[in-house]
């Protein structure tokens, strides 16, 4: 445990994993508790819960806090009067773009019959707090307000103005915030580069790892593959049955590897990821930084289904249906393929790659591409500005030995949409966790309470530092 600098009170008790140490909260933990508190217990569930009284609960905060009323925006998209998403200015001194903070309010469904405890309460027990959200991405939420709350208390006046934004459906859901916001609202969320979730520590054997900054994802995009024909009576087969011809083109799909295909983010990954790797495992990793088309080193690194999805565009099958009756040879089979595309690559281009692939003109693709699975951008550079803070940071709080690797994520946040508008965004929290323990949209979601602190004190340190150091123009 990182011993505390400054006295503090004898009262918030909070209990860490078994042989940690009981330590207390000061006045700037207890408010984040209480606003984590706060967020996770309203619910915001896509379907049944509200977005904006989330937002309306911290905008409370806000202008109690002070914050003039001109700084303050509730946006709510017409028609959708639960996805309203909060935008708050803090003004520094005008010097360069300002730095944007985002995190989404919304939480994927959780059934109490599913959790041992209330998921939409937060529980605090054996060292984690529990509930919806508690990692995603309340966690991120609640530390950005409360620093900033903080940061007014204090006094604190940034060199560039720092914006934070909580926003609605993330998760999915038909109102994207960051997306409305771009499309309508840009100039409430522009923005030198951002900082999101994405990125965050591991821990092994319950000690600090590596920290890991998201510059880079992939994007999801589903597509459709259909056939059809006449049909018939099922005592009468004939050689051109639906399913068969779909499950063929499947088949294909199954064992077709799409090639490697590194950028400046996968690349600094793999070097640095060596490091920390078996001896053949390493070798191979410094073999495919050096030759992407090592197929050698490909096929060592993609025994390992996380490395494999680092390396290339995936595509896998998902749903499948065919057939109308027991008794009838089936009319039309289709199946819906989910591919995670890598930022230097278009949907368009890995349509006509599974069209390559399968080689069969009866099996119609199409896809269907909402303007949230739109194509990818390229990475966000990785700037000295950020990077060598987060270093500095990690090693000061986490430990010298602890490294810093950039990610390329397999999944998706919204900071796709950012990068894809030209704000350069960046995962990362200093909110370390086990990963053979992730729970994020799993049943009794948590968040280590020690973890949860560190983080909190890790953003607070490098927003400081961004808003108040050398600025990018």
């Given at each position: 445990?990182?011993?505390?600098?400054?006295?503090?009170p004898?009262?918030?008790?909070a209990?860490l994993?078994?042989?940690?140490?009981l330590?207390t909260?000061?006045?700037h933990?207890?408010l984040?508790?209480?606003?984590?508190?706060?967020?996770?217990?309203?619910?915001?569930?896509?379907?049944v819960?509200?977005?904006t009284?989330?937002?309306?609960?911290?905008?409370?905060?806000?202008r109690?806090?002070?914050?003039?009323?001109?700084?303050?925006?509730?946006?709510?998209?017409?028609?959708?009067p639960?996805?309203?998403?909060?935008?708050?200015?803090?003004?520094?001194r005008?010097?360069?773009?300002?730095?944007?903070?985002?995190?989404?309010?919304?939480?994927?469904?959780?059934?109490?019959?599913?959790w041992?405890i209330?998921?939409?309460?937060?529980?605090?027990k054996?060292?984690?707090?529990?509930?919806?959200?508690?990692g995603?991405?309340?966690?991120?939420?609640?530390?950005?307000?409360?620093?900033?709350?903080?940061?007014?208390k204090?006094?604190?006046?940034?060199a560039?103005?720092v914006?934070?934004?909580?926003t609605?459906?993330?998760?999915?859901?038909?109102a994207?915030?960051?997306?409305?916001?771009?499309?309508?609202?840009?100039?409430?969320?522009?923005?030198?580069?951002?900082?999101?979730?994405?990125?965050?520590?591991?821990?092994?054997?319950?000690?600090p790892?590596?920290?890991?900054v998201?510059a880079?994802?992939?994007?999801?995009?589903?597509?459709t593959?259909?056939?059809?024909?006449r049909?018939?009576?099922?005592?009468?087969?004939?050689?051109?049955?639906?399913?068969?011809?779909?499950?063929?083109?499947?088949?294909?799909?199954?064992?077709?590897?799409?090639?490697?295909?590194l950028?400046?983010?996968?690349?600094?990954?793999?070097?640095?990821?060596?490091?920390?790797?078996?001896?053949?495992?390493?070798?191979?990793?410094r073999?495919?930084?050096?030759?992407p088309t090592?197929?050698?080193a490909?096929a060592?690194?993609?025994?390992?289904?996380?490395?494999n999805?680092?390396?290339?565009?995936?595509?896998?099958?998902?749903?499948?249906?065919?057939?109308?009756?027991?008794?009838a040879l089936?009319?039309?089979a289709?199946?819906n393929?989910?591919?995670r595309?890598?930022p230097?690559?278009?949907?368009?281009?890995?349509?006509?790659?599974?069209?390559?692939?399968?080689?069969?003109?009866?099996?119609?693709?199409?896809?269907?591409?909402?303007?949230?699975?739109r194509?990818?951008?390229?990475?966000s550079?990785?700037?000295?500005?950020?990077?060598?803070p987060v270093t500095?940071?990690?090693?000061?709080?986490?430990?010298?030995?602890?490294?810093?690797?950039p990610?390329?994520?397999?999944?998706?946040?919204?900071g796709r949409?950012?990068?894809?508008?030209g704000?350069?965004?960046?995962?990362?929290?200093g909110?370390?966790?086990?990963?053979?323990?992730?729970?994020?949209?799993?049943?009794d979601?948590?968040?280590?309470?020690?973890?949860?602190f560190?983080?909190?004190?890790?953003?607070?340190?490098l927003?400081?530092?961004?808003s108040?150091?050398?600025?990018?123009?």
């Amino acid at each position: 445990m990182r011993l505390l600098r400054f006295l503090l009170p004898l009262s918030a008790i909070a209990f860490l994993p078994a042989g940690a140490q009981l330590r207390t909260l000061d006045q700037h933990q207890r408010l984040a508790r209480e606003v984590y508190k706060e967020l996770v217990e309203i619910n915001t569930v896509d379907s049944v819960g509200s977005v904006t009284k989330a937002a309306q609960a911290m905008e409370k905060r806000f202008r109690a806090a002070g914050f003039p009323a001109k700084d303050i925006h509730l946006i709510i998209p017409p028609g959708k009067p639960t996805k309203g998403n909060l935008i708050v200015r803090y003004r520094g001194r005008g010097q360069g773009k300002p730095l944007l903070l985002l995190a989404h309010l919304d939480v994927v469904a959780a059934l109490r019959s599913d959790w041992t405890i209330d998921p939409f309460l937060l529980t605090e027990k054996d060292g984690y707090f529990y509930g919806r959200g508690s990692g995603d991405d309340k966690s991120m939420a609640s530390i950005f307000v409360a620093n900033m709350l903080r940061d007014k208390k204090e006094g604190y006046v940034p060199a560039r103005d720092v914006i934070l934004a909580l926003t609605a459906d993330e998760e999915g859901g038909d109102a994207n915030g960051v997306e409305w916001l771009l499309a309508h609202n840009r100039d409430l969320i522009d923005a030198a580069y951002a900082l999101n979730e994405g990125g965050g520590g591991s821990l092994r054997n319950g000690q600090p790892f590596l920290n890991s900054v998201q510059a880079a994802e992939k994007v999801p995009v589903n597509f459709t593959l259909a056939t059809s024909n006449r049909g018939g009576h099922s005592s009468v087969p004939r050689p051109d049955n639906a399913i068969y011809q779909l499950v063929d083109g499947l088949a294909k799909v199954a064992r077709y590897s799409f090639p490697v295909q590194l950028n400046e983010v996968s690349r600094t990954f793999f070097e640095r990821t060596a490091a920390l790797e078996t001896p053949a495992m390493a070798a191979a990793m410094r073999a495919i930084v050096a030759q992407p088309t090592d197929s050698a080193a490909s096929a060592i690194i993609s025994k390992d289904p996380r490395y494999n999805s680092m390396l290339r565009t995936t595509c896998v099958a998902t749903r499948l249906a065919g057939g109308h009756a027991y008794n009838a040879l089936p009319q039309t089979a289709s199946a819906n393929v989910n591919c995670r595309i890598v930022p230097t690559q278009t949907p368009d281009e890995v349509r006509d790659m599974l069209a390559r692939i399968i080689g069969d003109t009866a099996i119609h693709i199409t896809s269907t591409v909402p303007i949230r699975e739109r194509s990818g951008a390229p990475p966000s550079k990785l700037i000295a500005e950020l990077m060598d803070p987060v270093t500095v940071i990690t090693k000061d709080m986490f430990g010298a030995n602890v490294p810093v690797i950039p990610v390329m994520s397999t999944g998706a946040t919204d900071g796709r949409f950012l990068r894809a508008a030209g704000i350069p965004t960046y995962g990362v929290s200093g909110l370390f966790g086990d990963p053979s323990d992730a729970r994020a949209h799993g049943r009794d979601e948590r968040m280590l309470v020690k973890s949860y602190f560190d983080g909190q004190e890790f953003l607070h340190r490098l927003v400081r530092q961004l808003s108040s150091g050398a600025l990018t123009p």
